[in-house]
């Protein structure tokens, strides 16, 4: 089988993550990538890759290309998606694609007038404990979904530059679990009721964010949805889903260092969750390319398409309304001419 030929622009966190698992893969090889930062370059050449070049515009110059990975920052996805539909290149790029709903739907009728395939990196979808929820729910065997739980907690908030150019808790975080509140039981939103507070950090909170949050969604059928965040567990990274319904009931729990018990006078013990991100969606990663790479080379759909990038930006711009105003807000609120 013909191998797809790959190029990462960006090698902080993500795109090494990115990187190494492509390596990895049979029909994969990455043959060229791009970052403004030396130490960056030197790690993919450490890895292997043979072509460095200093800008994003000089990839997509190079004929082999077939399909990029956008993992810069959020502020030059838009664009270098774009850009990259117009020069024939399949596209993954990380979330989200950008925080203007405008701007998110150029770019997917750019992407549509195309041939090319773009794929949002909302990677909690290619998670064990997840899928398996996911599945238990569409297998029926908890009949009828009524309410769904989802616990998603930081183990430590990110600096205050970050916080600034983030979009924002819903924009940055929460939009994960938009994202899966859609994916785990395949129901639209209607409506969004947010509650935030900023109870960990007064800078989050002076740099115009919250770092605490309750949201109650209610989907087009009734189904109730309630995501609590918090940037900052003291145990660890948390990352739970419940779905209850007429017939039963079914969790995903955490991953943890370990499942010992350690039994004695004072209580039952265990070990913490995995750290953070990179630790507890190691797997979930290398599922999502791999993913990517059989869509490719089977010229099959992608499994997280635009559309989905746009349905979960829609839910977090209708939570930022709704904190705002202090009051529910419908999804059909959330329309082009919505700015916040
Ligand atoms: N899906 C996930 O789990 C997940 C996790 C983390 C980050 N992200 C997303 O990935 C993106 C990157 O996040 P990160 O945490 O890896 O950031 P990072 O700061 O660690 O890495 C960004 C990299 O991009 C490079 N860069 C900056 N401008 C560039 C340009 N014009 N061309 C090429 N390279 C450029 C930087 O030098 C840096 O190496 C963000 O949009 C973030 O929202 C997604």
Redesign the pocket.
Known sequence: MKKIKFAV????????IHLDNLLQMPHAEVVAV????EA?LQYARDQGVSLTVA??EELLALPEVDAVII????D??AN?AELAAKAGKHIFC???LDLDLNRVMNVLQVVEATNVKLML????RFDQEFKKVKNVVKSGQIGEPHLVKITSRDPGAPPVSYIKQ?GGLFL?MTI?DFDMARFIVEKEVEEVYAKGAVLIDDAIGKAGDIDTAIVTLTYTDGTMAVIDNSREAAYGYDQRVEVFGSKGMVQGNNNLHDTHKLHNKDGIHGALPLHF??ER?AQA?KTEIQDFVDALTSNENVPVDGEDGLQSLRIGLAAKKSLMENRPVKISEINSEVTI
């Open positions: 622009a960006g090698l902080g966190r993500i795109g090494k791009t970052d403004p930062i960056s800008t994003y993992c810069t920052p959020t030059t996805h270098y990380e979330k989200p990196g909302f990677n909690r983030s940055d994960h991100f990179l969606y990663y």
